[in-house]
Nanobody
Framework: QVQLVESGGGLVQAGDSLRLSCARS????????MGWFRQAPGKEREFVAA????????AYADALKGRFTISRDDAKNTVYLQMNSLKPEDTAVYYC??????????????????WGQGIQVTVSS
């Protein structure tokens, strides 16, 4: 089992920055693929960003490139999502997810085995 706990969400104003954290614990050694997703009210869950714990592969939703950055801290076993220049349309529940390593086209969209409980991010105009 793998446990994922998100933190760092909250209410911010448009233009502000926020950093989400996802602390991993448990049997994480096989869960190399880490992703962030979000779900806004009335909308489907969408991909935000992902990385492979081993190596340097990262991926971003096209619309978020340049504003959002995914990174990790090996010592803390934590994945981060740095969000800059936030917009009201970034308001959503953000989820951290973990999965087995994947390679090739679209690796970041393939099956994730574990999900965090989600954390609310609200951006006011």
């Amino acid at each position: 089992q793998v446990q994922l706990v998100e933190s760092g969400g909250g209410l911010v104003q448009a233009g502000d920055s926020l950093r989400l954290s996802c602390a991993r614990s448990g049997r994480t050694f096989s869960m190399d693929k880490m992703g962030w997703f979000r779900q806004a009210p009335g909308k489907e869950r969408e991909f935000v960003a992902a990385l492979m714990w081993s190596g340097s592969n990262t991926a971003y939703a096209d619309a978020l490139k340049g504003r959002f950055t995914i990174s990790r801290d090996d010592a803390k076993n934590t994945v981060y999502l740095q969000m800059n220049s936030l917009k009201p349309e970034d308001t959503a529940v953000y989820y951290c997810a973990a999965g087995k390593p994947e390679y090739g086209s679209g690796w970041y969209l393939r099956k994730y085995d574990y999900w965090g409980q989600g954390i609310q991010v609200t951006v006011s105009s």
